[in-house]
């Protein structure tokens, strides 16, 4: 995607607010390949003036209750995300898409902000380190991310475990009512002849 300078964006809004053309032909004036950008800009410039046409250099946080809020209120009305951004004062539409996806995948929780850097081992002092070289045993990761990844891997597979016990089950029946129906058939040629 090409990124477009401020002076060129605002040229663009400032023709459209003129009413020298709609989006679709000032996107092809200025071969923009996508009239959607015209049409978000446009949006933009409307609710945030000339900062909503800048690119934004500076990294925001969301609080988890904010983010569960913007879902929440996507799920429940039947408004776009660039509408709902606009209304939230967000400058970016796809971080509500993400947003959305994720909680639609993992529920809530995947909304939480995550820890960075490297997860602590067990043993941090340097004897038990070497305590531990010594005797080859390995550390057990007990952090709460990888004890959820585990807890969602056991149930995952209980119910694989569950899904294939039950396709044999239905399999083996299957096989013994046609064993039945051979053998009826069977017996009424033999009754037959």
């Known amino acids: 995607m090409a990124k477009y300078s401020f002076e060129f964006k ?23 390949p996508a009239k959607s950008n015209v049409k978000k800009w446009i949006n933009n410039y409307q609710a945030f003036g000339d900062a909503g046409l800048l ?10 209750e ?8 996507y799920l429940s ?16 539409p796809a971080q ?5 996806n994720d909680f639609r995948i993992a529920g809530p929780d995947a909304l939480r902000p995550k820890k960075k850097g490297r ?14 070289k010594i005797s080859d045993v390995a550390t057990v990761d007990t952090s709460t991310d990888h004890v959820k990844k585990l807890v969602d891997e056991l149930l995952k597979l209980r119910i694989e475990n569950a899904y294939l016990k039950e396709l044999r089950r239905l399999r083996l029946e299957e096989e013994a009512l046609l064993k039945k129906q051979r053998e009826s058939s069977t017996a009424s040629e033999e009754t037959s002849n």
């Open 10 to 32: 605002k040229k663009i809004v400032e023709e459209y607010l003129a009413g020298k053309g709609g989006h679709r032909y000032l996107a092809d004036k200025y071969d923009i």
């Open 55 to 64: 690119r934004s250099r500076k990294y925001i946080t969301y609080s988890f």
């Open 66 to 73: 904010y983010k569960l809020h913007v879902v929440e209120l």
């Open 77 to 92: 009305s039947e408004v776009s995300y660039q509408d709902l951004a606009l209304k939230q004062g967000i400058n970016n």
């Open 96 to 100: 509500i898409v993400k947003w959305v």
């Open 119 to 132: 997860t602590k081992s067990l043993n941090s002092n340097k004897k038990n380190n070497k305590l531990q």
